[in-house]
């Protein structure tokens, strides 16, 4: 073999062993948008930011409500929306129907309660324990109750020596998943007090009402000084990031209950799962288990089923990725956002939408799904937070007594100012302390951070985290890819490739050397 040979060799076999060691590159993905609701932003947002991280993917999505999000479908502009609601044939607004020029499916992605966050001191000291039953709220709603005195409201609260102060209900101003999940419990509950039916875009019931847009915007309006006396709907994740309380609400059973994680996943037990995967909650609001919170339901993914003018099969290899996260490894965090994770038969559902988004990687694999509602062998009806979620406590009871412990983002107890005050603070709450709150997996939320939107007056935004924007984030067991970076194996055997050359190219480099310098000494 001469010397050109054993070099063209050498260079083939550093080559050779430079492709074993360079890792796979990890897989690219396509960026990919999407819009609509606010109701589970807080959710969505914590999930963007973990597969960003851990496969380097872009999700953008814009919280401009669940209305706007289907609009928006509807126009192509996006590649998926989220609503709590499905497409409308007859939108309240006489407007045509919603139909979207092409094939899409609707895919579960998350559970929570829509709660009622307030803001209410007496004798200076914060309010955490407040109880409304259906009616009341229904009667606030629409201002028939319009004082926190009210008898009403007082025989809600046994505990408490209600203040003479007045109520001021913040609504959605835009059009929102929210205000129709609210709405059509009222009016599924109480039709002779509120009779405007289920609307997206909420009624100009009174004048005195305030709106602000989105679910940053009531709870941030609620949330501020000016707010005092202020009642808002909005998801339970907004109250626990904001820190501040909400109502417990009395249920079929006569307990007052808030939405924690197992509350909610109690009451869903009840929903009815349409063919099309969009829920029907009357057996959720009429739920006689004394654990249910009765405005449970479930948020949705709008994603296409073939390719449009935007959506490719390279988008769908993205989504239908970021989805399968979604619905197993990201549900390990929902607790601890302020939300409960989907049910197996759920999972099982969304799995089979997955698996007709185009370019999509597959359906999930059940047995490594790592939802924390069900493991290996469990039967799709079966929830494992729902069987292990606790009995209220005897003082949530409708009746003459009344829990002193605290709700939501605010869980100090409140100093009893009525006969019916018992003090159970401590043994019965199941998610978390006023500084923060801890869910299923042990991640933690701030309840209140430098991060916290401030708003005028007026409901504008003065500092903090713009719409869309967060605080401190939750955070759940971490998932990993395989590194791409080099290891140990991999610089040895590039090293053995470098002596190989060298073994090879400097022999015959040496002779020649030799050759032209005869009078070197041997």
């Given at each position: 073999?001469?010397?050109r040979?054993?070099?063209?060799?050498?260079l083939?076999a550093?080559?050779?062993?430079?492709?074993?060691?360079?890792?796979?590159?990890?897989?690219?993905?396509?960026?990919?948008?999407?819009?609509?609701?606010?109701?589970?932003?807080?959710?969505l947002d914590?999930?963007?930011?973990?597969?960003?991280?851990?496969?380097?993917?872009?999700?953008?999505?814009?919280?401009?409500?669940?209305?706007?999000?289907?609009?928006?479908?509807?126009?192509?502009?996006v590649?998926?929306?989220?609503?709590?609601?499905?497409?409308?044939?007859?939108?309240?607004?006489?407007?045509?129907?919603?139909v979207?020029?092409v094939?899409?499916?609707?895919?579960?992605?998350?559970?929570?309660?829509?709660s009622?966050m307030?803001?209410?001191?007496?004798?200076?000291?914060?309010?955490?324990?407040?109880?409304?039953?259906?009616?009341?709220?229904a009667?606030?709603?629409?201002?028939?109750i319009?004082?926190?005195?009210?008898?009403a409201?007082?025989?809600?609260?046994?505990?408490?020596?209600?203040?003479?102060?007045?109520?001021?209900p913040v609504?959605?101003?835009?059009?929102?998943?929210?205000s129709a999940q609210?709405?059509?419990?009222?009016?599924?509950?109480?039709?002779?007090?509120?009779?405007?039916?289920?609307?997206s875009?909420?009624?100009?019931?009174?004048?005195t009402?305030?709106?602000?847009?989105g679910?940053?915007?009531?709870?941030?309006?609620?949330?501020?000084?000016?707010?005092?006396?202020?009642?808002?709907?909005?998801?339970?994740?907004?109250?626990?990031?904001?820190?501040?309380?909400?109502?417990k609400?009395l249920?079929?059973?006569?307990?007052?209950?808030?939405?924690?994680?197992?509350?909610?996943?109690?009451?869903?037990l009840?929903?009815?799962i349409?063919?099309?995967?969009?829920?029907?909650?009357t057996?959720?609001?009429?739920?006689?288990?004394?654990?249910t919170y009765?405005?449970?339901?479930?948020?949705?993914?709008?994603?296409?089923?073939q390719?449009?003018?935007?959506?490719?099969?390279?988008?769908?290899?993205?989504?239908?990725?970021?989805?399968n996260?979604m619905?197993c490894?990201?549900?390990?965090?929902a607790?601890?956002?302020?939300?409960s994770?989907?049910?197996?038969?759920?999972?099982?559902?969304?799995?089979?939408?997955?698996?007709?988004?185009?370019?999509?990687?597959?359906?999930?694999?059940?047995?490594?799904?790592?939802?924390?509602?069900?493991?290996?062998?469990d039967?799709?009806?079966?929830?494992?937070?729902?069987?292990?979620?606790?009995?209220?406590?005897?003082?949530?009871?409708?009746?003459?007594?009344q829990?002193?412990?605290?709700?939501?983002?605010?869980?100090?107890?409140?100093?009893?100012?009525?006969?019916?005050?018992?003090?159970?603070?401590?043994?019965?709450?199941?998610?978390?302390?006023?500084?923060?709150?801890?869910?299923?997996?042990?991640?933690?939320?701030?309840?209140?951070?430098?991060?916290?939107?401030?708003?005028?007056?007026?409901?504008?935004l003065v500092?903090?985290?713009?719409?869309?924007?967060?605080?401190?984030?939750?955070?759940?067991?971490?998932?990993?890819?395989?590194s791409?970076?080099?290891?140990?194996e991999?610089?040895?055997?590039?090293?053995?490739?470098?002596?190989?050359l060298?073994?090879v190219?400097?022999?015959?480099?040496?002779?020649?050397r030799?050759?032209?310098?005869?009078?070197?000494?041997?």
């Amino acid at each position: 073999m001469n010397a050109r040979t054993r070099i063209a060799a050498a260079l083939a076999a550093v080559i050779l062993l430079t492709t074993i060691a360079t890792p796979a590159q990890a897989d690219s993905y396509a960026p990919i948008s999407g819009s609509g609701s606010t109701w589970s932003q807080n959710a969505l947002d914590q999930w963007r930011k973990n597969v960003a991280s851990n496969y380097g993917m872009t999700v953008n999505y814009s919280g401009t409500g669940s209305s706007a999000g289907r609009t928006d479908f509807i126009n192509q502009t996006v590649d998926f929306a989220i609503s709590e609601i499905p497409f409308q044939s007859k939108p309240e607004d006489g407007s045509a129907p919603e139909v979207p020029p092409v094939s899409y499916a609707y895919m579960p992605i998350v559970a929570g309660g829509t709660s009622l966050m307030y803001n209410l001191k007496i004798g200076g000291k914060r309010v955490t324990n407040l109880r409304l039953s259906g009616e009341v709220i229904a009667k606030i709603f629409t201002g028939q109750i319009t004082k926190w005195n009210d008898p009403a409201v007082q025989a809600d609260n046994p505990g408490l020596a209600m203040p003479d102060r007045t109520i001021t209900p913040v609504y959605r101003s835009d059009g929102s998943g929210t205000s129709a999940q609210f709405t059509l419990w009222m009016s599924s509950q109480f039709p002779s007090i509120w009779t405007y039916g289920m609307r997206s875009q909420f009624p100009a019931v009174n004048p005195t009402f305030k709106g602000q847009n989105g679910s940053l915007g009531v709870a941030g309006y609620v949330s501020q000084d000016y707010g005092e006396g202020a009642i808002t709907y909005v998801e339970y994740s907004y109250a626990m990031k904001s820190g501040f309380p909400v109502a417990k609400v009395l249920n079929k059973a006569g307990y007052f209950v808030e939405p924690t994680y197992q509350s909610v996943a109690v009451a869903l037990l009840a929903a009815t799962i349409n063919p099309d995967l969009t829920q029907n909650l009357t057996g959720v609001y009429n739920n006689a288990d004394a654990r249910t919170y009765p405005m449970s339901s479930y948020s949705y993914m709008i994603v296409p089923t073939q390719t449009t003018k935007v959506f490719t099969t390279d988008k769908g290899k993205t989504l239908s990725t970021f989805a399968n996260y979604m619905i197993c490894e990201g549900q390990q965090q929902a607790a601890a956002l302020g939300y409960s994770p989907l049910p197996m038969n759920l999972v099982q559902a969304a799995s089979a939408v997955i698996a007709k988004i185009p370019g999509t990687v597959g359906a999930v694999d059940l047995n490594k799904c790592n939802n924390p509602t069900f493991k290996a062998g469990d039967s799709p009806s079966s929830n494992q937070l729902a069987s292990t979620a606790p009995q209220p406590a005897a003082c949530d009871k409708q009746g003459p007594t009344q829990c002193t412990s605290g709700t939501g983002g605010a869980q100090q107890a409140t100093a009893g100012t009525g006969s019916g005050a018992v003090n159970n603070s401590g043994g019965t709450a199941t998610s978390g302390t006023a500084g923060g709150t801890t869910g299923a997996t042990g991640g933690t939320t701030s309840g209140g951070t430098s991060s916290t939107p401030v708003y005028d007056a007026n409901g504008n935004l003065v500092s903090g985290a713009a719409a869309g924007g967060s605080g401190q984030s939750a955070v759940s067991s971490p998932f990993t890819l395989a590194s791409d970076g080099w290891g140990a194996e991999q610089y040895l055997m590039l090293a053995a490739g470098v002596l190989l050359l060298a073994a090879v190219i400097l022999p015959p480099t040496l002779i020649r050397r030799r050759r032209h310098h005869p009078g070197t000494r041997r």
